[in-house]
Each structure stands twice: as C-alpha cells, then as structure tokens.
T-cell receptor, first 111, second 115 residues
Framework: GESVGLHLPTLSVQEGDNSIINCAYS??????FIWYKQESGKGPQFIID?????DKRQGQRVTVLLNKTVKHLSLQIAATQPGDSAVYFC??????????FGQGTRLTINP | DTAVSQTPKYLVTQMGNDKSIKCEQN?????MYWYKQDSKKFLKIMFS???????INETVPNRFSPKSPDKAHLNLHINSLELGDSAVYFC??????????????FGDGTRLSIL
C-alpha cells in the first residue's frame, strides 16, 4: 500500500548544530518528494522538493537527499535556529498530484 | 497578502449540524485540494479539483461535498456532522505542470470541533 513513514517522531538538537530528519517511503513509482514545515496553528509550509531523477538538492541551510534504492529521503538543516522548531513532514507524489504524507517529526531546538 | 486563505479559522458546532468551510487562492493555480489532519498530526488528502473538475476523491463519506465555483475557490460542505469529523481541515493549491510536478501551497487550516 501507499505509506510514507518517519524513523523518529521527535528530535531535539542544540541551537547551531545540524539536524537530520529521515523518511522512508514505500511506493517505488513515486517521482516527486517534498518536505514541509508546520508550525503550531499554521498550515504546512513548503521547504524544498526533489524529483526522482536527482539524489540531492540544496536550498538555503537545507539539503534533501533521495536514495531510491532503499526508498529513503532525508532533510538536513544546517546551523539550526530557534525558528526551526516545528513539525516536519515528508510527502511523496504517488501520481496525479496526489501527495501522501508521512507521520511527521517534531524538531525542537534547544538554546 | 495571503496566498491560500480559509474561513473560518475555528468552527465549533453540535453533532448533526451542517457546516461549510471556504477556501480561496490568489496564486493563479488551477488545482485545489482539501486535506484532513487528525489529532495525531496525520495529514490525508480528501479531494482535489483541477479547473473545477473533481480529480481525486479519497473514499470520503458522501456527507462531505466539495464545490468549486471557479478555479480560485474550493469550498467544503459537511452534512450531519459527527464526532469523528473533529479535525483540522487544510485547503491547498498548486499549478498542474503536466509531467513536471509542482509543490502544493497550504492555507492555515480550519479547526473543526464537534460537541
């Protein structure tokens, strides 16, 4: 079936450290993946995306890695800041713009 | 300027009532969506519309009826509300890109509480 899961439901890191959030997906036909950030009381906010013909994509302080062999996706956040505290979701496009979301990881940045 | 806006932000009502949630996007996108997020933060698609045409219907009870008067609006009407309908409902939009996927942009949600 279609499912996207996260290895860790919670993650705490010290401010300034790097963080890595992992995600496993099950649909090998998925061709597009997105990471979203959701702050309390707000909707998911787009962070970065990657297509299946790539294995790495970098943005501002964020990097997404895609390993299609093991169906694994990760989000790296460099030099974390207090404003990075949020719930992070990975999502896979399983076709026709249908996004399947993972469970979510709550990232807490400690001062 | 809010890109995807939903109203109301909070909705508290009695079981059995009928209610509507409205969504508007000013991004010029041609595809809109409704998602439901439960108390465990699990986010699941309910419907999608492309240019006012229903594309995705994820076996949602027929008490839920989306309506798209134009491609900038997608409203959600819910009949005979049940306790299990309590959740946060998110509207989203994206531009269909043919073979090229585009990210979906979300509103800030409507928190529906059924008493």
């Amino acid at each position: 079936g279609e499912s996207v899961g996260l290895h860790l439901p919670t993650l705490s890191v010290q401010e300034g450290d790097n963080s890595i959030i992992n995600c496993a997906y099950s649909n090998s036909a998925s061709d597009y993946f997105i990471w979203y950030k959701q702050e309390s009381g707000k909707g998911p906010q787009f962070i970065i995306d990657i297509r299946s013909n790539m294995d790495k994509r970098q943005g501002q302080r964020v990097t997404v890695l895609l390993n299609k062999t093991v169906k694994h996706l990760s989000l790296q956040i460099a030099a974390t800041q207090p404003g990075d505290s949020a719930v992070y979701f990975c999502a896979e496009n399983t076709g026709a713009q249908k996004l399947v979301f993972g469970q979510g990881t709550r990232l807490t940045i400690n001062p | 300027d809010t890109a995807v806006s939903q109203t109301p932000k909070y909705l508290v009502t009695q079981m059995g009532n009928d209610k509507s949630i409205k969504c508007e996007q000013n991004l010029g996108h041609d595809t809109m969506y409704w998602y439901k997020q439960d108390s465990k933060k699990f986010l699941k698609i309910m419907f999608s519309y492309n240019n006012k045409e229903l594309i995705i219907n994820e076996t949602v009870p027929n008490r839920f009826s989306p309506k798209s008067p134009d491609k900038a609006h997608l409203n959600l009407h819910i009949n005979s509300l049940e306790l299990g309908d309590s959740a946060v409902y998110f509207c989203a939009s994206s531009q269909s890109g043919g073979k090229s996927n585009q990210p979906q942009h979300f509103g800030d949600g409507t928190r529906l509480s059924i008493l």
